[in-house]
């Protein structure tokens, strides 16, 4: 199993650029989540999804969209890239019966110049 | 809503002390709770997670961790610490119902002398 994959690794925008950050799960988990991570600021929930075709906000939604065609993929899309999204970018994956432990993507290490 | 507060920004023991990093969180009901590190540059790892049962729970590298309910404490532990446990340290909570969402605090940045 390659449990949860990000791609890409590193990404440069310029501010209104678009862009979008791929997550994939292989292990069949209902639940999967976006968090960015900041200096300072631990975690925090962007958007989540309980399942295909449902999704939600989290804390931190504004300038994100997200679309949960599949089981397996959660993309998060930037529409209109800002200086303040530069950020870490984790996507997650749990199941319902595992008591909210989460499974962690590498990360994205995104900039928006 | 739940939250979590780490106190300490930045800790730093000499390698062979003894460590212990406060979580504190805030939540209703019973909280289910976790602890991951970082090292510089990579992703999560988790090293413990408390559901139920014995409030003392054993974790990856050495690590345990004790729920203490009226303290509404999770504070992590280590007995002797080593050069590679130089990390930054997230306490996260959770609970039931809330479709696997995770609250983290702020982190704990650990140096270590040798």
């Known amino acids: 199993n390659a449990g949860v994959t990000q791609t890409p690794k590193f990404q440069v925008l310029k501010t209104g650029q678009s862009m979008t950050l791929q997550c994939a799960q292989d292990?069949?988990?209902?639940?999967m989540s976006w968090y960015r991570q900041d200096p300072g600021m631990g975690l925090r929930l962007i958007h989540y999804?309980?399942?295909?075709?449902?999704?939600d906000q989290g804390e931190v939604p504004n300038g994100y969209n997200v679309s949960r065609s599949t089981t397996e993929d959660f993309p998060l899309r930037l529409l209109s890239a800002a200086p303040s999204q530069t950020s870490v970018y984790f996507c997650a994956s749990s199941s319902p019966d595992s008591y909210n432990e989460q499974f962690f993507g590498p990360g994205t290490r995104l900039t928006v110049l | 809503a739940q939250s979590v507060t780490q106190p300490d920004i930045h800790i730093t023991v000499s390698e062979g002390a003894s460590l212990e990093l406060r979580c504190n969180y805030s939540y209703g009901a019973t909280p289910y709770l976790f602890w991951y590190v970082q090292s510089p540059g990579q992703g999560l790892q988790l090293l413990l997670k408390y559901f139920s049962g014995d409030t003392l729970v054993q974790g990856i590298k050495g690590f345990e961790a004790e729920f203490k309910r009226s303290q509404s404490s999770f504070n992590l532990r280590k007995p002797s610490v080593h050069w590679s446990d130089a990390a930054e340290y997230f306490c996260a909570v959770g609970a039931a119902g809330t479709a696997s969402k995770l609250t983290f605090g702020t982190g704990t940045r650990l140096q270590v002398t040798l």
């Open positions: 999804s309980v399942g295909a075709g449902i999704t």
């Open positions: 292990m069949n988990h209902e639940y």
